[in-house]
Nanobody, 120 residues
Framework: QLQASGGGLVQAGGSLRLSCAAS????????MGWFRQAPGKEREFVAA???????YYADSVKGRFTISRDNAKTIVDLQMNSLKPEDTAVYYC????????????????WGQGTLVTVSS
């Protein structure tokens, strides 16, 4: 029901835009988030956006990443600029209805993940 795309290989300092398309149900009133998981590490919060448009970012990506959503098209994007090697991870989009949107446990639906690799 959530399909993430847009990952790839990019050099440090470059940009990528991830997209998450929803299907099968409406997520217009859900908060939507992006998480990432690097090899051997826990899945961590990256960014989230409420249905009214309020955005939240991890300190590590603040000022470099921008999350946006189109409720009519049920798409959530993550624009990633000034990428660093430490941004390398599998990125997941997710949707939740309640709870702490910084916590992965608050999300009910997850996409399959898209790999982002940043070379130095």
């Amino acid at each position: 029901q959530l399909q993430a795309s847009g990952g790839g290989l990019v050099q440090a300092g470059g940009s990528l835009r991830l997209s998450c398309a929803a299907s099968g149900r409406t997520f217009s009133t859900y908060f939507m988030g992006w998480f990432r998981q690097a090899p051997g590490k826990e899945r961590e919060f990256v960014a989230a956006i409420r249905w009214i448009g309020t955005t939240y970012y991890a300190d590590s990506v603040k000022g470099r990443f921008t999350i946006s959503r189109d409720n009519a098209k049920t798409i959530v994007d993550l624009q990633m600029n000034s990428l660093k090697p430490e941004d390398t991870a599998v990125y997941y989009c997710a949707a939740g209805r309640s709870g702490d949107l910084f916590s992965k446990w608050s999300y009910d639906y997850w996409g399959q993940g898209t790999l982002v690799t940043v070379s130095s």
